[in-house]
Structures are given as C-alpha cells and as structure tokens.
C-alpha cells in the first residue's frame, strides 16, 4: 500500500457551466443553434438541463457536493443573462447568482467563477462577437460589472474557458456556433480573445485589487506516432504549438506568434495570470500526411480503446484520443515551466463513463500523476473534476456523454452518486490516494 498526499490547503471540487446546467438560455447564439435539426444529436436542447435557473437545483448539486467533501466548485455566469440587451442589466439575473454564490458560501466551498464558457447574448452575435475587435471593450466592461454585482461573494475569476477550443470548434472545424470553416477568421478570434483578457483582466482589478484571475487553457497534446522520426517530431511539434500554445505564449511574452499573427505586439497582455488554470482529457498521436496542409501535414491516429462499453461511439466522438495520464503530467510540467512559479488549478479533467466503468481508474491514475507532478515541483493547488452531474454536453446533447460523478435523470431530474463520486470524496476527506 502507498500514500500519495496532497497539499495542505489543496482544494477540491467539481466543474460546471452555465448553459450546460442551468436551463431557459433562450437569448444566446447556442440556444439559436439547438433550433436546427441536425445541430444537436437527437434533437435534445438545453431547454431544462439540470433546472438550475427555474428550479433552483443548485441547492441541491451543492448539498451532494458538499456530502462528498467538496471545498470548492467551478461555474459559470451568463453573459446574455446578466445583460440581455447592450448596455441594459438584469437584476432578476445578478439576484440569481448571488444566490448561487451565497449558497456555495454557506456550505463552505469557494467558488470560482468563469466569464465566458462558449455563450455569446444574441446581440453580441449580431455586432460580429469575437470576429470584430469592437467585442473587447464590451467584455472589458462586463467584466467589471460582474465583479461589482458579485464581488463580495468571490475573487476568483476565470476571463476565457478554452479560447483555442472556441475559435477551433466554431471557426475552424464549423462544428459549432457561428459554423464557419475559416482559419483565418479563427485565428483572428483568437487574437481577439487574447486583447479581450487581457483587458478584461486590468478591469477586474481595478474594481477588486485583491482579485484573482486567470484563464483555462485546454491542452491537448500531440505526440510522434514514430518517436524515432525527426519529421514526425516536427509535425506533431506544430500541431502541437498551434493548438496548445499559441494563446498561453501571447500571454507571456506580449506578441502574437505566428500563424497568430505576424508578431503584433500586445504588451497589455503581459503578467494578466495570477493563476493558470489547466484543462485535460486526452492527447493524441500524429502521423505524417502530406495530403493535408491544412491539419499541418499531420493526422491523428485512431485513439486507443477506451475499454467503454460504448467505445466505438466513444472513440468517434469529435477531439477524443488517446486516455494517457502521464500526457496529463507532460501537461502539468510544462505549464509549470511556463508559468515560473504561478499557482496551478486543474479546472477540468474527466471521462464519459455513464456506467462508471473505468472512471474510477481513470481518475485514480490522473491524480496519482498529479500527485508525481507536484512532487517534480509544480505548483498545483486544487483539482475541479468535470463534471458534478451529467448536463447538457453540447452538440452531444444530453444522453451520450455523460461526465457526471452524479448521474441525472433528465425525465425526473433525479441525481444518483456514481461509485467514483464516493471514491473522489474519500480522496477529498482525506486529502490523499491510497494504492489499495
């Protein structure tokens, strides 16, 4: 038997996001999107998800949360809740997430807060939202509002979840909303979000000096499918840059590396992290493909078998590869050499495992190479596991990706503990993994 303890203070929890819990979105460009057959697979929207909005359940995932010794707990606001309208806030909706965050509070978890997780207000949609440079000062100013509504209840911020995933998935590869396939157009959406955090960012702390913030980054890494190969490694080196880095290097080094840009300097984004804020699935392994410039001449191999019962539709599903915790460690290293010392949250890390099959694995072996992180130095203060319950998981819909360690019932909205809920919140108690 082995211990692998964690750091004192270390925080536990569980992530959420707005529109996948909530319910009643009505007024952003996901909810339009829903409204097209074709769009969301077997028709599902997100019209009651987990009814955090008109039912209040929160109460409810939180008293789960904290029987399971979370201390902690990730979530989201909604921009086109909170202002439906340019320029026009809704108190109905400032009301409502301060009772969310009242009710985190009073069970003793520390929220962190996210800014934006994929939903744009309509009218945002309307003005270009991330393809048009006028969306900076708009998030700017919202960011600010947000912290003087909801600031006495929270100083931890997360600007952007996954901005290479948002440009990539609705600008590059059309999946989802706006649609487009255009590199271009989404590299200048990332370029975007980059001056929008970093704006957002200066906003915060001047209405909250004492404020954290930071972003998640989802990483993905890319590794040679022959280790042995000089070209492959330098394929899967740049996919591997273009994906992962290109966002996290704007903010450190204060330009825009190309293809991001022709090194266009951004100095207003230098030293915006207090914190970084890591998220990971898989990773991948690349081949050579001279027939595909545009994947920068590389492909993915087909993803190992994930041992699921639904393996083949799992190993179909868009962006899954290969469960690899130690491309987790790889992950958590280089963020802490790029980071130089910035406290680390793991903000998202999970698997699709309706019937808990391999979850329980899955999270065992991700956190003991956590723990082999820390040990190699990195500076790694808490863990959100995603999710807390299953949800509405976008163009997936409701009933095939299910992350929960809390199974819910849609029909019912009944919530049930899954096996590795239990298994996490001895973890949680206990502060540490013991091998047996």
Known sequence: MKVLNFPEGF????????HQVEGENTNNDWWDW????????????????????KGERYREDFDLAQSLNH???RLSVEWSRLEPREGAWNAAAVAF?????GALRERAMTPLVTLHHFTNPRWLVQRGAWETPAVVPLFERFAARVVQELGDLCDFWITLN?????????YIEGNWPPGKKNLGLGLRVLANMVRAHAAAYHAIHRVQPNARVGVAHHVHPFYPAKPRSRVNHLIAGWQDDVF???FPLALRDGHLHLPLGLGARVPEAVGTQDFLGLNHYFSSRVAVAWSSPSQLFGRKLP?????????????AWFGLGDIDPNSFYDSVMWFSRYGAGLPIYITENGIPDAHDEIRPRYLTDHLAALHRAIQAGAPVRGYFHWTLTDNFEWIEGLNFLRFGLIANDFATQR???RPSAHLYARIARENRIVTD
Request: charged residues 20%; aromatic residues 10%; glycine residues 8%.
């Open 415 to 417: 919530r049930t503990p």
């Open 11 to 18: 925080l536990w929890g569980a992530a959420t996001a707005a």
């Open 162 to 170: 996954e901005p290479n995933v948002y440009a990539f998935t609705g």
């Open 303 to 315: 993803p190992k078998p994930t041992g699921l019962s639904n393996d083949k539709e799992l190993r």
């Open 34 to 53: 829903e409204q097209t057959p074709g769009h969301i697979k077997n028709g599902d929207t997100s019209a009651v998800a987990c009814d955090w909005w």
């Open 71 to 73: 201390n902690a707990h």
């Open 97 to 101: 997430y301060r009772r969310v965050l």
């Open 244 to 246: 992962n880095r290109l």
